[in-house]
């Protein structure tokens, strides 16, 4: 009777084990509250939510189609009928403005979500398997990281096409190889940790060590990453349309300020046709930027030293 007394004691002395999924499910919880009471994260997502849901509610706060042309008069500056004036074509620049943030949303986080899973497919399996087969991802990864990004996206875009689509789809050809790379020299790392040795030793499937053990501990560095790459896309998709490449039957920040340039807008002093687009990148930018510096606070993955 003593001895199972004594056994259970020892049961309930036992410590809990925490496996990677808990540990993935405490973090996620806590990045949301850290997001709620930290000024600089609230502050960003706010911003993204607002550019993404304005869009959808253009219908509401304008009556003027974005590419109706004679809304009103021709390069009208501000006013009650036109809150940001019109353009020389005397289209509404408000309605354009909301119009135009919907797409550097899309292609910047669209961009972010297939590029990030790139970095897992190949990041992840370059660091993991020692053989030829990660010595192959990895020369793949590094012949990317060796070409020219914006050269090869003006080239690519005028062969393409000029549709948002293609965009999409180059800048996610062109944005994972760094993130890769560093993801791979900390699966590297993590290669040699006892609870993956233990694991191969146990004969578990190298598939559910990378993507059951390894995975959840670099989600953040992914996760920071595919954030950044998110700005990153929707800088170049708004140099893409100010080149002229974009697709001139979508409203885009970028062709908003590629259409006024092609008027000379600036040197008429239009400027209501030019601060507002160029504005509406720089705020939507600096969002997520901020974004990602707080996913760095949050993981501690490069300083927690507060700003």
Known sequence: ?????????????????????????????????????????????????????????????????????GAGGPNLPPSHLHLMGTTSLGQDVYSQF????????????????????????IGIPA???????????????DVFLVIPVLPL????????????????????????????????????????????????????????????????NVYPLVLS???????FAILFQAAIAFLGLGDPTVVSWGNMLYNAELVGAVSSGEWWWVIPPGLGITVLALAFSLVVLQLDKVFNIRSRTAW
């Open 1 to 69: 009777m003593v001895e199972i007394v004594e056994n259970k004691n020892k049961e309930k002395a036992l410590p809990e084990v925490t496996t990677s999924s808990e540990k993935f499910s405490s973090s996620f919880w806590r990045l949301l509250r850290e997001f709620v009471i930290s000024p600089k994260g609230l502050f960003g997502i706010t911003v993204i939510a607002i550019f993404i849901v304005l869009p959808y509610l253009r219908p509401f706060l304008t009556k003027y189609p974005p590419l109706k042309t």
């Open 98 to 121: 909301l119009a135009g943030g919907f797409v550097s949303v899309e292609v910047g986080i669209l961009t972010g979500v297939f590029s990030t899973l790139l970095v897992i497919a």
């Open 127 to 141: 660091g993991y398997f020692r053989g030829i087969g990660g010595q192959i991802l990895t020369l793949f990864t």
């Open 153 to 216: 996206i003006i080239i690519l875009a005028v062969y393409s096409g000029p549709s948002v689509t293609n965009q999409i789809i180059i800048l996610t050809l062109l944005t994972w190889p760094f993130a890769a790379r560093v993801v791979r020299a900390q699966v590297l790392s993590l290669r040699e940790r006892t609870f993956v040795e233990s694991g191969v030793a146990a004969g578990g499937s190298s598939f559910r060590l990378m993507f059951g053990e390894i995975l959840p």
């Open 225 to 231: 990453n595919g954030v950044l790459t998110i700005v």
